[in-house]
């Protein structure tokens, strides 16, 4: 079974940043970030692959970047220019080489003034 530990959420005005973190137990293949805001369905953000390419849903491009450390196991997300409507809790999403994925606990990020 792979642990997934994720955190970096908080509360931050609009304009600011934050970069949250994901690290596993096990070799990733493929990271996910997903966000999940009140009331509505989860939504994939950000993508990257084991060498590292990336995806960004349009609401975010230019603004959030996903990185990762293969030697750690871990996978980040810089959010930067945050919008109130970027409030969500976000999940990290970890895929092995057999294509079984794994869910990060949640953290909130709440952009409010």
């Known amino acids: 079974q792979v642990q997934l530990v994720e955190s970096g959420g908080g509360l931050v005005q609009p304009g600011g940043s934050l970069r949250l973190s994901c690290t596993a137990s096990v070799s990733i293949n493929t990271w996910g970030w997903f966000r999940q805001a009140l009331g509505k369905q989860r939504e994939l953000v950000a993508q990257i692959t084991r060498g590292g390419s990336t995806y960004y849903i349009d609401s975010v491009k230019g603004r959030f970047a996903a990185s990762r450390d293969n030697a750690k196991n871990t996978v980040y997300l810089q959010m930067n220019s945050l919008k109130p409507e970027d409030t969500a809790v976000y999940y990290c999403?970890?895929?092995?080489?057999?294509?079984?994925?794994?869910w990060g606990q949640g953290t909130q990020v709440t952009v409010s003034s």
């Open positions: 999403q970890a895929i092995l080489h057999d294509a079984s994925f794994y």
